[in-house]
């Protein structure tokens, strides 16, 4: 504190916007200006995002500007939305399984797999009891889809998505990124 008043008493400003810090620090920065003699009129404790106007005469807050954080990745600046971070995240926490379907465009009959393809999320050559009980919980979904007669393929991949996911959270307490594809022959 010391070193901003001897601030203050060198530069005496006109007008005087405190901006580093939470809010609780520029509060407290602006109560040491009004110490050295600043008319609290002069002083602006503004947000991210608000326009200051500055004149000769005058400092005020002048509405708003969109503002917030801008993610850079790789020659991109800016592209990278929070869902895209989100899935990210994710991704680097949980790990994702990939569930392969090859299925009969003309009844929906299984005509291979399902294959099960994991990355991140358990080494599978330690887990091969995990990755078999995997597959079988996606025959069983898949033949619940038969008896059921689904043959769209969204519900389809909703239906091996949500039955894999239940599992894997009973049995491991994680929850990867599971994306069933069906390749239609």
Not at 64 to 82: E, I, K, Q
């Amino acid at each position: 504190q010391e070193e901003l008043k001897i601030i203050h008493a060198l530069v005496k400003p006109k007008f005087f916007i405190p901006v580093h810090g939470e809010q609780r620090h520029l509060k407290t920065h602006a109560k040491l200006a009004q110490q050295m003699g600043m008319p609290p009129k002069n002083i602006i404790i503004s947000d991210i995002g608000k326009v200051i106007e500055l004149t000769p005469n005058s400092a005020k807050i002048n509405g708003t500007v969109p503002a917030g954080r801008v993610f850079v990745d790789g020659y991109g600046v800016g592209d990278v939305g929070s869902v895209v971070l989100r899935d990210r995240k994710h991704l680097a926490e949980d790990g994702m399984i990939v569930v392969v379907v090859s299925m009969s465009g003309e009844d929906g009959s299984v005509v291979s797999g399902p294959d099960i393809i994991t990355r991140g999320f358990v080494y599978v050559k330690e887990s091969e009891g995990l990755m078999e009980e995997l597959r079988k919980v996606a025959v069983k979904a898949l033949e619940e889809c038969q008896t059921d007669t689904l043959n769209d393929w969204a519900a389809i991949k909703s239906e091996i998505k949500n039955a894999i996911s239940n599992f894997l959270y009973k049995k491991t307490k994680r929850n990867p990124m599971i994306l069933p594809v069906i390749m239609e022959v």
